[in-house]
């Protein structure tokens, strides 16, 4: 009786821990990361500059231009490597 009480109770921890962690999800990026990161694989892959279109809100206006090398010039650029910099 008692190993039934034990496996009924081992069966509950391990549904409710296995519940909770299917419902994690990642933390959804920002918009301005999601569009940076965006015009820089674009430029990379096309082999031409391409300048980010940041949304409004994101205080990065202009979008910085990205090189096809994936150096970035600009705003939200870091001065010294040319990566896009996180505010």
Not at 15 to 22: E, I, P
Not at 31 to 42: E, K, M, S
Request: proline content about 9%.
């Amino acid at each position: 009786m008692e190993l039934i009480v034990v496996l009924v109770l081992l069966g509950l921890v391990f549904g409710v821990s296995g519940l909770a962690f299917s419902s994690l999800r990642l933390p959804r990026q920002a918009d301005w990361l999601v569009a940076l990161r965006r015009a820089r694989a674009q430029a990379i892959e096309t082999g031409r500059p391409v300048r980010a279109v940041l949304p409004q809100n994101s205080g990065l206006l202009p979008g910085p231009l990205f090189l096809p090398d994936g150096r970035a010039i600009g705003a939200g650029a870091d001065p010294l490597t040319g990566a896009p910099s996180a505010r």
